[in-house]
C-alpha cells in the first residue's frame, strides 16, 4: 500500500526565504507526481504535476524534483511572500488512473511579513 | 468560471439524515474523483468515475454511501443514515488524462 510522508508538518519563516518541502513515498512505481495548495476551509489548487519520466518541474518561483528511484520529491518556494501562507499538499498515482491519489498530510507553511 | 464545481458549499445535518452532494467537472474531462478529507488530514479517495462508469471504490466508501454519475455529466454523492464520523470536507476532482483539477469541496457537519 503506498504511503506518502511530508516533512515538515508545519513551517514558519520570514518572508523573502528560499525553502524546501519534502515528500517520501513509499513506492516508486507511481505514474504522476501533484503538488497541491490548500487555503483554509478550500478546496486544492494544482501547483505542479511531474510525470513519472521527469526529473522536475517549474512555475513561476516554484520548482519541483522527483526522484524516482529513491522515492523522493521537493517543492522549492523562492523568495517566500506572506500570500504563499497555505498547507502543501503532495500526492502521488501509482495506477494508470483508476486508483486516485494517494496524499501526505501536508505541511502548514506561514510567512512571516 | 470553467473549474470544478460543487454543491453545496456547508451542509449540516442531523444524525440519521441523508445528504447528497453534487459535483460538476470540467466539461471535457471524462475522469471524475471523490475524495473525504478530515481535519488536519490529506484527502483520501473514495471512488473513481470513468465517463458514467465507476470503476473503482475504496474499502472507506461504506455501503451507507452511494455515488453516481449519470450520462458521465456531474456526478452525486449520497450517505444515508449520516453519523457523527462522517463530518469532513468532501472534494471532487476531475482529470482529462493525468492532472486533476478540485472543487472547492463540501462542508458536512454531522449534529
Known amino acids: 500500500k503506498q504511503e506518502v510522508t511530508q516533512i515538515p508538518a508545519a513551517l514558519s519563516v520570514p518572508e523573502g526565504e528560499n525553502l524546501v518541502l519534502n515528500c517520501s513515498f513509499t513506492?516508486?512505481?507511481?505514474?504522476?507526481l501533484q503538488w497541491f495548495r490548500q487555503d483554509p476551509g478550500k478546496g486544492l489548487t494544482s501547483l505542479l504535476l511531474?510525470?513519472?519520466?521527469?526529473r522536475e518541474q517549474t512555475s513561476g518561483r516554484l520548482n519541483a524534483s522527483l526522484d524516482k528511484s529513491s522515492g523522493r520529491s521537493t517543492l522549492y518556494i523562492a523568495a517566500s511572500q506572506p500570500g504563499d501562507s497555505a498547507t502543501y499538499l503532495c500526492?502521488?498515482?501509482?495506477?494508470?488512473?483508476?486508483?486516485?491519489?494517494?496524499f501526505g498530510k501536508g505541511t502548514h507553511l506561514i510567512i512571516q511579513p | 468560471d470553467t473549474g470544478v464545481s460543487q454543491d453545496p458549499r456547508h451542509k449540516i445535518t442531523k444524525r440519521g439524515q441523508n445528504v447528497t452532494f453534487r459535483c460538476d467537472p470540467i466539461?471535457?474531462?471524462?475522469?471524475l474523483y471523490w475524495y473525504r478529507q478530515t481535519l488536519g488530514q490529506g484527502p483520501e479517495f473514495l471512488t473513481y468515475?470513468?465517463?458514467?462508469?465507476?470503476?473503482?471504490k475504496s474499502r472507506l466508501l461504506s455501503d451507507r454511501f452511494s455515488a453516481e454519475r449519470p450520462k458521465g455529466s456531474f456526478s452525486t454523492l449520497e450517505i444515508q443514515r449520516t453519523e457523527q464520523g462522517d463530518s469532513a470536507m468532501y472534494l471532487c476532482?476531475?482529470?482529462?488524462?493525468?492532472?486533476?483539477?478540485f472543487g472547492q469541496g463540501t462542508r458536512l457537519t454531522v449534529v
Open positions: 476532482a476531475s482529470s482529462p488524462r493525468t492532472e486533476a483539477f
Open positions: 513506492d516508486s512505481a507511481i505514474y504522476n
Open positions: 511531474i510525470q513519472s519520466s521527469q
Open positions: 500526492a502521488v498515482h501509482s495506477g494508470g488512473g483508476a486508483d486516485g491519489l494517494t
Open positions: 466539461s471535457e474531462h471524462n475522469r
Open positions: 468515475f470513468q465517463n458514467e462508469a465507476q470503476l473503482e
